[in-house]
Structure formats: C-alpha cells, structure tokens
C-alpha cells in the first residue's frame, strides 16, 4: 500500500510536469482512458461485486444501488469521459490584458489549480468523472472514495492508469489514496503546499468534516434545501408544474425542491390544487404544512425542523407567507443558498426576488432542477458549489482552474 | 462594549439591505465618510497620540512609526476613498449569459459576497481602505484592528460612521470590533453563516493563525519570498537595475525580492557587478551567497534557512543555478507563490519560465515590485493573495465579490 504522504508528494511533481502537457494530449489521454474503461469492464464487474458482496446487509439496498456498476453504467462513464475530451480547454486563456502607461503588458491568463483532490463517498462512476474533469483541467488528481467502494474504484483507476500511460501522460496524473480510513481524509484536508484544491462529494457530514478540519481551500458543494416560492401574481397551472418537477421528478437530488412557500393572497385556491396534485401521482407526496397552510388542506403539521430538513424524498414542506418580502427572509434564514425559484407574473416581484435572494442559482418562473452543469451548457460539473468564494453554483471545468498574471516589459523599474 | 456576536448578528442583517443599496448612494457615501474623516481630524489624531503613548517603549520605532498618523496622513486616507468612489461599480455585471435551447435564459451576474471581515494588524490607515474597498463591492464590514491601534481605528471608524449616516446607508455597513483579545478574532473566523469573506492583513502568525482556524471562507495574503532570476541570455546592466530595484527601492513590502538566482555562465560576469551595485547605495545590501556565488564574491555564507526567509530587509539570497529548469525548480521548492522574475533576452527561457513557475505573478524583464493593485490598474487593493482559490495576485474590488446564476423561463421542467 502506498502511503498518502508519498502519494501527495507524487501528485506535486505531477504538477508541475502537467504545466507543459497540451490540451491535445490531455484530450488523447481521455479518449484512450475511456476505450480502457470499457476494455477493462470485465475486471471492474469482478471489483465491484466483491464491494457489494461485502456490503450487502451493512448499507441500505438504495446505496447499493448507488454502488452498483453494470456494462452499460461502465460504458455510460467512458461516455462521460470522452464527451469532457470535447470540451474546449479552459487553460491559456487571456481573462484580461492591460497595457500600462509604463509600457508594462499585464495578462490575467487561465492555469491549471495544480493538485485537485475529491473526497467522496459510495458511487463508484465518481471515480471516472471527477478524474477526466480534473485532468482535464490540467491539474494532477488524487481521488480518495469509500470504503464500501474500494475495490470498484481501484479496478476504475487501474483503467484509467493504463489509458494515461498509453497517452505518454505523467504516469501519476491521476491517483487513488488506498488508505480508507479517515487518516487519509484528515491528510489531504491539511495538506498545505500539496493540495491546491479539495472538494468533497457526498453528505453533510463529510463536508462539515473538510470546513471544519481543512487547511488546505476547499470547495463546499451542497446540500440543497431548495424552495419555490408561489407569488400572489402566479400563474397556477405553471406553479403546480414546476413544484411538480422541481419535487419529484428525481427527490434524492440537491436540487430537487423541500419547501414550498405560497402567498396568502392565494393560498386558499392554490393549497387544494397543490395537495391534489402532489397525491396523484405513482408517488405521493407528504405535505409537511405550517398552521397556515394545515388550516387550509390538512396534511402533516410541520414541526420546526421541516423547514431546515433536505428531505430528499416524497416530503414537502409548505407555508404560507404574507408577502415577497416574507418569502426572502424565509429563505435567508432557511436555505442552504443552493437554488431557489419565484412563480410570478408580476416583473416586479421576480426582480425583487432575484436580487434580494442570496443563493447560487435563483429562478424565475422555471423548476430548481436545472442547477447542473450539463443543463447550465458547462458540460459537465463536479458538483454544485454552495459557498460564495471562487465559484458557485455547477462546478465545470473552468471553475477548476485558476490564473495567473504574466507580465513583460523591457526593464521597468518602480 | 458591543459584543462580537451582536456585531456579526447586526453585518448579516446589513448584507441584505445592501442588495438593494445603488453604486450611486455608495459613491455618495463614501465622499461624505471621506469628508468626516478630514472633519474628525482633531479626535483621530487625539486618539492616536494615546495609543502611540500607550505603545511607546513595548513596540519598536518601526511599529510607533507606522501606528503614527498625522494631519497628512489623514487627509491622504480621505483621498483614497474619494479615488474609490470614482472606480467602476463592480456589482450587477452579466459575466456570462446563455440561451438554452430549452429557452431558459442563463444570466452569471457579479454580486456582493454580504459580509467581509478583515483582522488587520497596527496600521490604523488599514481601516479606511479596507472599510471604504468592501463597501464599493457592495459588502457590509467588520474591521477587527490591533490592540495597539484600537483608539484610532475607534475613532476613524466613528467618523466613517457619521458619513454613512450622513449618506443614509444601513447604519452597521461599516463596524469595528471593540474586542481586541484573540476571542474576537477566533469568534470571526468561526463565524460560518455570517462572515462571507475572512481577509487577514499582516504578518505571517495571523495569516497562518487564519488559515488554521477559519472555518468562514479566507483569502490568504502575503508573504512574498520573491526571486529574481538571471538567465544565461540576460541584459546585465538590465538584470543589474531590476535586482536593485526589487531589492532596495521599499524593502520592508511583499513584492520587494528576497532572492537572487543567476545562472552559472554568466555567475563569474554578472556577480561581482550586483555585488559592486549593491553595496554602493545608501543602504548596502548584506549578500548570503550559496557556495558557487561565494566562491565568486565571497559576502555572508548562506544558511539553508536564508532561502526560505522573508528579510523585507537589506538583505538578499544570492545562488547560481546551471539551467532555467534548476531556477524554476528552486522556486517551485522554496518560492510563497507570490511574484518571480526572469531577466533574460531569450523568449524561449521566458516562455517556459512563465508558464512554468506557480505564482500570483511572473514576470519576465521587469521589477517584482509591480505585483500592487494601482501598478496593475485596479485601483487600489485588499491585499495580495498568495493562494489559488478564488483571486491571485491583487485584491482590487472585483476580488470582493461573488455571483449568481439568475435563470429567467416561462415554465420550463425537467
């Protein structure tokens, strides 16, 4: 077993070899790293059903679900990683340029971050996206997934190697930390000078434990309790669609919606349609309503902590509020600052509503399920950032990078 | 005293209101808090000759020396917020917009981060800038001075204060911490859900103290470990005025160079000039030279430390090294990621020199002392970040703040 420390100080000369490594190499090495994928399904099948083998009995049947690979899963993955070859390179770009009144040339140019390292929990196809992005954009990439998925993930990254190799890439360019104990975890979080970038991929808890341990910057992505507020200006058929959409086309997602806010001015028409609705489909929804909207079509009292729950599942919470202006302040106090949507006609309350609302994504008269990078037109993304420094929102290739300043002149002094 | 908490409790409140605060009642804003500073000069300069009493006999000349405000130095703080206002409001700008073809119009619009924090070391004129800098991005404030400054920093930030009043602002867009104990800075940087932005201003122990602790997004300034580097094909009498520049036109500042590297085949030429050069000025510069520089003009032997020392003194790490390649790879190891340089004639080493060396800056034929937010046109700065995430090189107001997705449909589902 290679240690993680070893591992960390592999991917920092990594680094810096990838700074000469052209994006037409980089896309070579991810068409190759997917034919490998896919050559390899055999071997990674094997890995996998020891993982689940193992597993079966110890975690819920939904997260062996999550865990298992099938041929079309493994194919659909060397899809993904041929689709980001194709993505344009987010390296070398000029962000800005200012000639100065000395003569000084000031380029703000686009750079790889350096080391990347993803923190993640159970579903094995991470493993292959996360280390085409990061590759992609130009960075050397640790991977350290769970346990329950070890195995699966090792057979994935030996794929991958054998593709990186065959590409002539640095033969470290993407690593997996074998170590999965949480003494792996604890290393990468504090592994100043090594790790440019950490971003943890999974539940509350394994993002509370990077904010709160991490030294190294990190990329909070998110929980979302995402809400829908319903205006007084609404048009209804459109507001029952996108709570519908926003609800339960898929609940177990972060931006899947958990509140439902409704103007009082039409709660009373609007609670009974919301109600029929959300019951008739193949999966009923559980209205978790406050004494508002409990008054109006009964349901599950709320208790206080509905309003402060990602659900992410056939539950909603509902309330009943006095005017726009109450409906942001829910918000500010409640959301996770993910996504969040107004139904309204009335321009005046939608540009209210966007301004005032402090969140990644913030819609107008459309369903919160569109906070992604391949719906955002990104391509693909890494997660869904929910902090305000450096990126928020769908995390694609570009938001993996950073900048530098290369400045020429002829001998200016100050 | 007002507690931290209640301050932290008052900026979050703030935040919201300024979403709805114009670039125009800023600006206004910061011309009247310019106003009431040169007003107040009389109390400032009061309170400042009880901390320099205070202070006097347990902080060095240099500390007593840049604590010191005069009438001068009052009105020059009150010119530097009037130059603020005058910059370009960096808040509502569409970065990025797309059309989906599902007909959802995607807008990435810069917006305020809601809450910067700043803990700041001596130097009262910090707390002008910094309050008047995140004020023009459109963020409430909170200033956490040193204990030594406090009396002045208390009594610039009651006139800032009495401008914001005066201008109609949210009366706690700008708040000093009466605290100044560690409690209030650990409160600061554990203060997830208030502090949208934690930026410490000084030297090395609070920068790491920061970095250790904060749990609140932190933006890493400073140290600069900067290097010259002499190439092969270097213009001596070139190479010659921008070490001595780098070196001794302001010491004691992060962009000023700490380090020489000259390669081997021009070491016999070019170090007995940089050795004439630098020991002819008011201020000779002490030479540490590795063992091939001091074989050429002898000077302080160097200890293995003094290539990893900040002087921001006379004093400067001589080496030779037998390639470009070398050079970047001693950056690589002991550089803070800051500003380097190549002085060289050869496009072909300067290319590869700034593609390959990692810093906030690199340059090629000219001084690291350019690494400076009005050197680079921004206007004036925060600070100058030495890390990745988020914003390299000078804090100009655009670094200050964050986006949002804003997604207008007309009832688009997934």
Same mark, same amino acid.
């Given at each position: 077993?290679?240690?993680? &420390?070893?591992?960390?100080?592999?991917?920092?000369?990594?680094?810096?070899?990838?700074?000469? #490594?052209?994006?037409?190499?980089?896309?070579?090495?991810?068409?190759?790293?997917?034919?490998?994928? #896919?050559?390899?399904?055999?071997?990674?099948?094997?890995?996998?059903?020891?993982?689940?083998?193992?597993?079966?009995?110890?975690?819920?049947?939904?997260?062996?679900? &999550?865990?298992?690979?099938? *041929?079309?899963?493994?194919?659909?993955?060397?899809?993904?990683?041929?689709?980001?070859?194709?993505?344009?390179?987010?390296?070398?770009?000029?962000?800005?340029?200012?000639? $100065? %009144?000395? !003569? /000084?040339?000031?380029?703000?140019?686009?750079?790889?971050?350096?080391?990347?390292?993803?923190?993640?929990?159970?579903?094995?196809?991470?493993?292959?996206?996360?280390?085409?992005?990061?590759?992609?954009? !130009?960075?050397?990439?640790?991977?350290?997934?769970?346990?329950?998925?070890?195995?699966?993930?090792?057979?994935?990254?030996?794929?991958?190697?054998?593709?990186? =190799?065959?590409? =002539?890439? %640095? *033969?470290?360019?993407?690593?997996?930390?074998?170590?999965?104990?949480?003494?792996?975890?604890?290393? /990468?979080? $504090?592994?100043?000078? @090594?790790?440019?970038?950490?971003?943890?991929? =999974?539940? &509350?808890?394994?993002?509370?434990?990077?904010?709160?341990?991490?030294?190294?910057?990190?990329?909070?992505?998110?929980?979302?309790?995402?809400?829908?507020?319903?205006?007084?200006?609404?048009?209804?058929?459109?507001?029952?669609?996108?709570?519908?959409?926003?609800?339960?086309? &898929?609940?177990? #997602?972060?931006?899947?919606?958990?509140?439902? /806010?409704?103007?009082?001015?039409?709660?009373?028409?609007?609670?009974?349609?919301?109600?029929?609705?959300?019951?008739?489909?193949?999966?009923?929804?559980?209205?978790?309503?406050?004494?508002?909207? @409990?008054?109006?079509?009964?349901?599950?009292?709320?208790?206080?902590?509905?309003?402060?729950?990602?659900? /992410?599942?056939?539950?909603?919470?509902?309330?009943?509020?006095?005017?726009?202006?109450?409906?942001?302040?829910?918000?500010?106090?409640?959301?996770?600052?993910?996504?969040?949507?107004?139904?309204?006609?009335?321009?005046?309350?939608?540009?209210?509503?966007?301004? $005032?609302?402090?969140?990644?994504?913030?819609?107008?008269?459309?369903?919160?399920?569109?906070?992604?990078?391949?719906?955002?037109?990104?391509?693909?993304?890494?997660?869904?950032?929910?902090?305000?420094?450096?990126?928020?929102? %769908?995390? =694609?290739?570009?938001?993996?990078?950073? @900048?530098?300043?290369?400045? $020429?002149?002829?001998?200016?002094?100050?």
């Amino acid at each position: 077993m290679i240690s993680t &420390r070893e591992i960390l100080e592999r991917a920092k000369s990594t680094a810096t070899l990838m700074s000469t #490594v052209t994006d037409g190499d980089i896309n070579r090495a991810l068409c190759l790293m997917a034919d490998s994928l #896919v050559s390899h399904t055999g071997d990674i099948l094997a890995a996998n059903c020891a993982d689940i083998d193992a597993a079966r009995g110890r975690i819920s049947d939904v997260m062996i679900d &999550r865990l298992k690979l099938t *041929e079309g899963r493994i194919a659909a993955m060397a899809d993904g990683i041929r689709e980001i070859s194709r993505l344009p390179s987010p390296i070398g770009k000029v962000i800005d340029r200012r000639e $100065r %009144p000395n !003569g /000084l040339v000031i380029e703000k140019v686009s750079c790889p971050m350096g080391v990347i390292a993803i923190i993640y929990e159970s579903r094995p196809n991470v493993t292959s996206d996360a280390a085409a992005l990061a590759l992609k954009s !130009g960075s050397a990439v640790i991977l350290r997934g769970g346990k329950e998925a070890y195995n699966s993930s090792r057979a994935i990254v030996d794929a991958l190697t054998a593709g990186v =190799g065959e590409a =002539g890439l %640095p *033969e470290f360019a993407v690593q997996l930390v074998d170590d999965t104990s949480r003494d792996s975890s604890y290393e /990468l979080m $504090r592994a100043k000078g @090594y790790v440019d970038l950490l971003i943890p991929r =999974g539940g &509350r808890g394994l993002i509370s434990a990077c904010v709160e341990n991490a030294t190294v910057p990190c990329l909070e992505t998110g929980t979302g309790i995402c809400h829908v507020y319903v205006d007084r200006d609404a048009d209804i058929s459109r507001a029952l669609d996108i709570i519908e959409n926003a609800k339960v086309q &898929r609940p177990s #997602v972060c931006n899947a919606a958990e509140v439902c /806010l409704v103007h009082r001015d039409i709660a009373k028409e609007f609670l009974p349609k919301l109600k029929e609705r959300l019951s008739s489909g193949t999966h009923p929804v559980e209205l978790r309503c406050d004494p508002a909207a @409990y008054a109006e079509i009964g349901g599950t009292p709320a208790s206080d902590s509905d309003f402060d729950t990602e659900f /992410l599942d056939y539950t909603l919470a509902v309330g009943v509020v006095p005017s726009v202006e109450a409906a942001i302040s829910h918000i500010a106090l409640h959301s996770t600052h993910h996504s969040e949507a107004i139904v309204s006609e009335s321009r005046e309350a939608q540009d209210y509503f966007t301004k $005032r609302v402090d969140s990644a994504a913030v819609y107008v008269n459309a369903s919160t399920r569109f906070t992604d990078g391949g719906e955002f037109g990104l391509g693909c993304e890494m997660g869904i950032s929910t902090q305000k420094l450096h990126a928020r929102g %769908p995390l =694609g290739i570009e938001e993996l990078t950073t @900048y530098k300043y290369i400045v $020429r002149g002829n001998g200016q002094i100050r």
